[in-house]
């Protein structure tokens, strides 16, 4: 397991260069922002469509909930991209015994108020367009290890381009609950009404 080394100057340096950069690609960035809870750290599931889906969370976590950036990375691409680590980046060996601690780390991180912690719950790059988002395992016992006070928050991301030759992204936050309030038998069935709304609202063009 490759553990994160988070630094702090070097996370604070690459903000201001993924800041840059966003303002070059996108057209504008929409955040449907929800109440962070005080003294809780932040679990943020998000759906994964395309390259850009662990830095706009990153951004999400840096300017909107000013919590300290954590992802949890497939070990063969954290391997080819060391440099994540370094940004707060830790890696999981699915279908491997060594996954339970790749958990108790993301749990362990999780104790802490001031850290966010950025899981897909996907597992795998799919289609924006894809009619379910389905849950993989391990996402009961994580949030069942953590100690301290943790919010869950899904967020969808829509792309479209619409009026402009750069994408705009709007990013739809749902409150799932904390860590020792969350109904796990309802909690795909939330995520998932809330991802088709999102859809929806996206159609409607103004």
């Not at 063969?76 to 780390?105: A, M, P, T, V």
């Not at 969350?182 to 063009?205: D, M, P, Q, T, W």
Request: with cysteine; aromatic share 12%.
């Amino acid at each position: 397991m490759i553990k994160a080394k988070r630094n702090k100057l070097f996370s604070r340096f690459f903000a201001f260069i993924l800041n840059r950069v966003f303002a070059k690609k996108f057209n504008k960035i929409i955040v449907n922002e929800i109440p962070i809870l005080e003294n809780h750290s932040v679990l943020l599931l998000c759906n994964h469509f395309s390259w850009w889906d662990g830095f706009l969370a990153g951004h999400l976590i840096d300017s909107h909930f000013k919590k300290h950036f954590h992802i949890m990375m497939q070990e063969d691409h954290l391997q080819k991209r060391k440099w994540i680590k370094y940004l707060g980046g830790f890696s999981i060996k699915k279908s491997s015994r060594e996954s339970l601690n790749s958990l108790q780390y993301a749990a362990s991180l999780l104790n802490d108020p001031k850290n966010a912690l950025v899981l897909f719950p996907q597992g795998a790059l799919e289609s924006m367009h894809c009619e379910q988002i389905h849950l993989e395992k391990g996402y009961e016992y994580l949030i069942k290890q953590i100690k301290g006070d943790c919010q869950i928050i899904f967020c969808v991301n829509i792309m479209d381009y619409f009026e402009s030759f750069k994408p705009s992204i709007t990013m739809n936050l749902l409150d799932c609950g904390t860590n020792k309030k969350i109904n796990f038998e309802n909690l795909s069935a939330i995520i998932n009404l809330h991802y088709s709304a999102a859809k929806k609202k996206a159609v409607r063009i103004n």
